[in-house]
């Protein structure tokens, strides 16, 4: 038995996003858990994801001369299991031998991208060009089981590439024997900028139904909250909700004990300090500062002068000067 079978329903995900979710904001999530209600099992409160994914991983890259770089990408701490590689490309041969790698690296499941709307991506024939080629689609995905060697693989997609198709598209996936099928409910020139189709959702569900496959349905769209999110799966049917850019908005969304609007400003900049410091100590020298930037409005937000507060922070010019321009506000 894989480990999403284990898992108790409803099922709340982080999403993954490049240059996001890497293993140091993925250790910031689990040190805002609740340890008591997690060893206690109970839902709601436990405060990590139920399951995490890496960033965005080519598999070409890791049979590339810069393949230590990538590599790097995969690292990840025992406290963040379960955890999924999620890796993309158009070379079955190359998810074959990425699917091994993974497993050796201690990896609870893959999830093979077929849903980036990047137009880099989709000139390789990778990411959402694969909803447009099911053929391929289904190699790669067989290619990908098959050097997994027994770790479950998953497929996060879009519901169609210029046009709702989640008859045809749905049905090609749901053929094979991935074990979860995560649907960001938009098409692709949607991009994030409409309204997610969550009425869309209910008819993978019939198609799972239909022929009866094992496969969890995942929903992924404009969802901020928990309480939202099981509301998703109550209405539609579906065992689980991946969550993205609401963690911007709110670090401690999967902690339903912490009422994010009472944190004080100090609770909420000791944080960011130890986020950033925590970069530091990971990655000093081999990624670039300016990554974190993008995290200071999660931190520095609804609190008296927060605004002018992310201005100064935004124009720092190192990491260490970032670290002690946010140490600063903690006496604000």
């Known amino acids: 038995m894989h480990f999403w079978e284990k898992l108790k329903k409803p099922i709340f995900i982080l999403a993954p996003m490049d240059g996001v979710t890497d293993t140091v904001f993925r250790q910031i999530l689990v040190s805002v858990a609740c340890p008591q209600r997690q060893q206690a099992g109970l839902r709601g409160g436990r405060g990590k994801p139920d399951v995490f994914f890496t960033e965005f991983i080519p598999v070409d890259g890791l049979f590339s001369k810069g393949y230590e770089k990538v590599l790097e990408t995969l690292k990840f701490t025992k406290k963040e299991q379960p955890i999924v590689a999620q890796i993309w490309g158009s070379n079955p041969e190359n998810f074959y031998k990425a699917a091994g790698l993974i497993k050796k690296l201690g990896f609870d499941g ?42 479950p693989v998953s497929v996060k997609t879009r519901i169609g590439f210029d046009r709702i198709d989640i008859e045809n598209w749905v049905t090609h996936l749901l053929q094979t024997q991935i074990s979860a099928l995560t649907l960001h409910l938009r098409i692709v020139p949607e991009m994030s900028k409409v309204p997610a189709h969550w009425e869309e959702v209910s008819k993978a569900v019939k198609i799972k139904n239909k022929f009866k496959s094992k496969a969890l349905v995942i929903g992924n769209g404009d969802v901020k909250s928990l309480k939202e999110a099981r509301e998703k799966c109550e209405r539609y049917g579906i065992d689980g909700v991946m969550i993205g850019q609401g963690i911007f908005e709110n670090v401690w969304l999967f902690n339903e004990d912490i009422d994010v609007q009472n944190r004080a400003s100090g609770q909420r900049i000791r944080l960011l300090v130890k986020h950033l410091e925590l970069f530091k100590k990971t990655y000093e020298g081999r990624k670039h500062f300016e990554l974190m930037k993008k995290f200071v409005k999660c931190y520095v937000n609804n609190f008296e002068r927060s605004s002018d507060s992310r201005v100064k922070l935004m124009k720092t010019k190192t990491l260490d000067e970032l670290i002690q321009a946010s140490k600063q506000l903690q006496t604000i």
Not at 135 to 149: D, N, Q, R, V, W
């Open 110 to 151: 893959i999830d093979i991208n077929m849903g980036c709307p990047d137009k880099n991506v989709i000139k390789k024939g990778a990411g959402s060009a694969l909803i447009k080629n099911p053929k391929l689609a289904k190699e790669i995905i067989e290619a990908t089981i098959s050097g997994a060697e027994g770790l």
